[in-house]
């Protein structure tokens, strides 16, 4: 973003700050070569004190120069720079310390005066990364680091980013070991120097390393190398068995055999198995970070859930990294973004995500389907505000507007629903494709078409709602636009996609396997469907369904339940209360809440039982699901 002098000085009248001083420019970024290369060093060695130490030589001429901290960043789709945690900056031209200005309408913005005779300049500060979990994201611990460059960088205003060259290298703990998209030219020691890449490209290459590492090929002698590089906890976490490796190579087929084709000339998987750094999931060109539980191999039933973490980053790297939506393409990462076609970056990467994990393996046919139901039961019953007052298309404006706070309530909010509710239209429009079709089309031939073109090239191929729509009708003319916007800009059931495929959404008394999964790894209690509400450990209210049923009777969340029907609280009594309630219509659920410092009883008059979603066939139709979900 540009700050004129005129928009500062106009500033200044408007607040009658008569002793405040305009600050410089920040120059536009310019589609030209920035000349010299920057020289960049991180020693990510200080793990007591989880202190990464950024040295950096800029290339600069004699004058005014603005270093940018990156701010908008990607696949967070918003301006989530930790900038809070940049600390300790000194610049410097021939061994002289010179004074820096941040810019107060551009926060990430330090103005600089480099003296006569100097041709660049010397940066030093410190990334103070989060000492718990408090305080953001835990991306170093005594085992393990993950070093993501826009946390460690600054940059020279005026370029795009793809025209600044780098040379970056890394200093790591004694004896540790690294897996990055980035290529080793020498090593020295502990530090790994890089090879020269640009640094759009450096950004999108982080660095995950570790005490304990361990290296699996998932395309043996493949041209374009796919490897996983795994850092865990503990040796013992890296016990993973032939068949589990089989299926996340089944995963690289499968993606090949849909696509056709691959942007980059190799892929790394960066994996964290850890209960002490935070996890992650994070997508890039040529790799992805895949952050887990410490036991998500050597616990793998428990850990089944979360396996499609992999698919959808990997899936990134066609829809969102390559193909990527015309006002997400920035020149530089302190240009702002707009998220307008998320709905198509993450909702079709989430819905490829599920598929793809059961086509490789990762699930099975009944797992896919009890995720399905979830999802699908949110955008029946579970978001009251997308039946009202916002649609799928605003909620693009999520990552924005909330940059994934905590909210009052999330179910009427709404929380980047793109994503989910993005699914269920993708899954609704294979349905109208094979319908239209006769069955000889379906959502492959779009995911073939619009992002398997270009083999092997890695830059950015950008889109329009136009192009969508083209190639859509390209493979099945029909009224696309109308189709796709009555959806997004909409109000109602997102469900159309399961009914096309011959199943239909049901609500019983019995959790599914999915749900019981969620319920043990999460500790909590789901009845959003039933009581309208969630219940986390020791009876914390998570939230609270809109109009629901306790929300009616006087429920919120940050409330918490002491005792049921007049026993202590826990989850099996209070399902035990409301099955009660459904047999004896006298009977109500009271829970004793606590409010703050106030207690009261809450009586709710709910008696329908327990209410789990489900899939169940209509033999009216044909299982086009199975054939979506079945390995080709």
Same mark, same amino acid.
């Given at each position: 973003m540009k700050v004129t002098r005129l928009a500062s000085a106009l500033a200044v009248a408007a607040f009658g700050l008569a002793s405040f001083t305009a600050l410089a420019d920040v120059p536009a970024p310019q589609n030209v070569p920035y000349q010299g290369t920057l020289k960049i060093n991180v020693d990510a060695t200080d793990l007591a004190h989880r202190i990464f130490r950024v040295h950096e030589t800029v290339p600069a001429a004699a004058g005014p120069l603005t270093l940018l901290y990156p701010q908008w960043i990607p696949g967070n789709h918003s301006p989530t720079g930790p900038i809070d945690k940049m600390a300790g900056l000194v610049v410097k031209a021939n061994g002289q310390?010179?004074?820096?200005?941040?810019?107060?309408?551009?926060?990430?913005?330090?103005?600089?005066?480099?003296?006569?005779?100097?041709?660049?300049?010397d940066v030093t500060f410190q990334f103070l990364s989060p000492q718990d979990q408090r305080q953001g994201r835990v991306v170093m611990t005594p085992e393990m680091l993950n070093l993501q460059w826009n946390a460690v960088t600054v940059y020279p205003a005026g370029y795009y980013a793809r025209q600044i060259n780098t040379e970056p290298s890394a200093t790591l703990p004694a004896g540790w070991q690294a897996g990055t998209a980035l290529e080793v030219a020498s090593k020295d020691g502990d530090t790994l120097n890089f090879k020269p890449i640009n640094y759009d490209d450096l950004v999108d290459s982080p660095i995950y390393a570790g005490k304990y590492f361990k290296r699996v090929d998932l395309d043996p002698g493949a041209s374009a190398p796919v490897h996983m590089d795994i850092v865990a906890d503990d040796a013992k976490y890296l016990d993973i068995k032939?068949?589990?490796?089989?299926?996340?190579?089944?995963?690289?087929?499968?993606?090949?055999?849909?696509?056709?084709?691959?942007?980059?000339?190799?892929?790394? &998987?960066?994996?964290?198995?850890?209960?002490?750094?935070?996890?992650?999931?994070?997508?890039?060109?040529?790799?992805?970070?895949?952050?887990?539980?410490?036991?998500?191999?050597?616990?793998?039933k428990k850990n089944a859930m979360s396996r499609d973490l992999f698919s959808h980053e990997f899936n990134? +790297?066609?829809?969102?990294?390559?193909?990527?939506?015309?006002?997400?393409?920035?020149p530089n990462y302190n240009v702002p973004m707009s998220d307008t076609l998320l709905w198509v970056y993450e909702g079709q990467t989430q819905f490829w995500g599920?598929?793809?994990?059961?086509?490789s393996g990762l699930w099975d046919a009944d797992q896919t389907r009890d995720m399905l139901a979830l999802v699908a039961a949110t955008y029946d019953k579970g978001r009251p505000g997308l039946a009202s007052f916002r649609?799928?298309?605003?909620?693009?404006?999520?990552?924005?507007?909330?940059?994934?706070?905590?909210?009052?309530?999330?179910?009427?909010?709404?929380s980047e629903d793109y994503y989910s509710a993005g699914q269920m239209i993708w899954l609704d429009v294979d349905g109208k494709l094979r319908e239209l079709s006769a069955g000889r089309k379906s959502i492959d031939d779009f995911g073939k078409a619009f992002f398997g073109v270009n083999p092997g090239k890695w830059d950015v191929d950008t889109y329009t709602f136009e192009d969508v729509v083209k190639t859509l009708n390209d493979i099945a003319p029909y009224d696309w636009a109308k189709y796709l916007r009555t959806r997004l800009d909409g109000h109602g059931p997102l469900t159309g996609g399961l009914e096309s495929h011959g199943w239909t959404l049901v609500y019983n008394d019995k959790p599914s396997d999915a749900v019981k999964?969620?319920?043990?790894?999460?500790? &909590?209690a789901d009845?959003?469907?039933?009581?309208?509400? +969630?219940?986390?450990?020791?009876?914390?209210?998570?939230?609270?369904?809109?109009?629901?049923?306790?929300?009616?009777?006087?429920?919120?969340?940050?409330?918490?339940?002491?005792a049921v029907n007049g026993h202590d609280y826990d989850a099996d009594g209070l399902k035990d209360a409301v099955t009660a309630a459904a047999k004896d219509r006298s009977q109500a659920v009271e829970l004793l809440v606590k409010n703050f410092d106030e207690y009261k009883t809450v009586r709710i008059d709910y008696h329908d039982g327990l209410k789990y979603p489900h899939l169940v066939r209509d033999t009216s139709k044909p299982d086009t699901l199975a054939d979506l979900l079945k390995a080709r």
């Open positions: 310390v010179l004074p820096w200005t941040r810019d107060p309408l551009d926060v990430y913005a330090f103005h600089v005066d480099v003296p006569q005779g100097a041709t660049s300049v032939p068949e589990q490796v089989k299926l996340f190579q089944n995963l690289v087929q499968q993606m090949y055999k849909m696509y056709g084709a691959h942007h980059y000339d190799h892929y790394d &998987f960066l994996v964290s198995l850890s209960d002490k750094m935070s996890g992650n999931g994070l997508e890039h060109h040529r790799s992805s970070e895949d952050g887990t539980g410490a036991d998500f191999f050597t616990e793998w990134h +790297s066609w829809d969102g990294k390559y193909r990527r939506g015309a006002d997400l393409a920035t599920q598929v793809m994990a059961a086509r649609n799928v298309q605003d909620t693009t404006n999520d990552p924005i507007i909330a940059q994934r706070a905590p909210l009052p309530y999330r179910n009427y909010q709404g999964a969620f319920e043990a790894r999460r500790h &909590f009845l959003t469907y039933s009581l309208g509400l +969630s219940i986390g450990k020791g009876g914390s209210i998570n939230d609270v369904l809109w109009d629901g049923p306790a929300f009616k009777a006087g429920i919120s969340p940050g409330m918490t339940v002491i």
